[in-house]
């Protein structure tokens, strides 16, 4: 397997949360900005030092990307969660700004407000007013990766979604290709989320259908990218086979570019895959089309995290903390698939 320095920008690292779990639901929308730290493995600092158990009676939910489909179906679903434990649940306003996201979080800091929920869109600038509502004695639930300063966190399954998908993948190649055949990834080995799916996904892949060809692994999360990084490796490789995607908007990208070459939706000898299931790619894999398979997260999933966490803390539990279960999505799973695109609507 060939590997190449990944070009790894900024603005690539502060978009790729924007693209992958936090953005189930969308396709076409402008990645915004975000960034987490290059590891985030370690034991946050204040795991288990929550405030002693009290009554929790407000959750403010801080995410940032509220242009996005997703942030209006996880506040409608979170604030149903919320009060069936009468808990109220406050969000801000961030704009996909960073400067507005710190100043709204430092607002809820001197506020008091009991339970912060934050999807940081620049995790190393977010320690210190994670810090800070520690030290305060709230509540800090980390969304989509981890800080050192946090209570708890919710993360997304990374290593298992990517390694579904590759599983699927292999065992479609020797079925259908009889092991033979091209394969690319479309990659991201900027943060941890992505570097863990990243690793699953190549790693099942390749152990499984070792006789598949890995013709490249390009850095691609958005379907912009995803589809001119597509385009460029079908004009050297006309006859690729397979494209997998460490987000199903990469990969939808890639979906567009081999219909754009003249690949037929009922192509016998292609194979797409993506991981978040994104709607597209759902409706993709429900019409029978060559787009195959997604590594799914569910929103009910996440909306119930949001609320579940800061209640585990505020409890006292041991362990707050969730991964949000990942579900491998494939042709014929037209009661699953509808029943995400139900919790998108």
């Known amino acids: 397997m060939t590997r190449r320095p990944l070009s790894v920008t900024p603005a690539s690292r502060r978009q790729f949360l924007a693209w992958s779990a936090g953005a189930i639901a969308t396709t076409g929308l402008a990645a915004t900005g975000c960034s987490a730290p290059e590891s985030s493995s370690g034991s946050a600092k204040a795991a288990g030092a929550s405030p002693s158990a009290k009554k929790l009676t407000q959750i403010g939910l801080d995410y940032p990307f509220t242009q ?98 590759g599983e699927s993948a292999a065992k479609w190649a020797n079925d259908e290709l009889g092991g033979k055949g091209k394969i690319a990834f479309l990659v991201d080995n900027t943060i941890e989320l992505g570097r863990e799916r990243t690793k699953g996904m190549i790693d099942a892949f390749t152990k499984l259908a070792p006789g598949v060809d890995v013709v490249a692994q390009e850095q691609a999360i958005d379907p912009d990218t995803g589809l001119s990084k597509s385009n460029a490796l079908l004009a050297k490789h006309p006859d690729l086979n397979i494209i997998l995607g460490i987000t199903d908007a990469a990969a939808y990208g890639g979906f567009k570019a081999l219909q754009q070459a003249g690949r037929k939706n009922g192509d016998k000898k292609t194979f797409v895959g993506g991981q978040d299931g994104s709607a597209p790619s759902l409706l993709a894999i429900k019409q029978g089309t060559f787009y195959r398979a997604s590594a799914a997260l569910a929103p009910l999933d996440i909306a119930n995290a949001i609320v579940d966490v800061p209640l585990a803390v505020a409890a006292g539990k041991a362990n707050p903390s969730v991964e949000v279960p990942v579900k491998l999505i494939q042709r014929g799973d037209t009661a699953e698939i509808d029943a995400l695109l139900a919790q998108n609507g």
């Open 68 to 165: 996005i489909p997703l942030y209006s179906t996880l506040v409608k679903l979170s604030t149903a969660a919320a009060k069936k434990h009468d808990v109220k649940l406050l969000t801000t306003s961030d704009a996909s700004n960073p400067d507005t996201q710190a100043s709204n979080l430092n607002t809820w800091v001197t506020r008091k407000t009991q339970a912060i929920v934050s999807f940081p869109m620049v995790f190393e600038a977010t320690e210190s007013i994670a810090k800070a509502a520690l030290d305060a004695g709230l509540i800090w639930v980390t969304y989509g990766g981890t800080l050192e300063n946090q209570s708890a966190d919710i993360r997304f399954s990374f290593r298992e979604s990517g390694t579904l998908l």
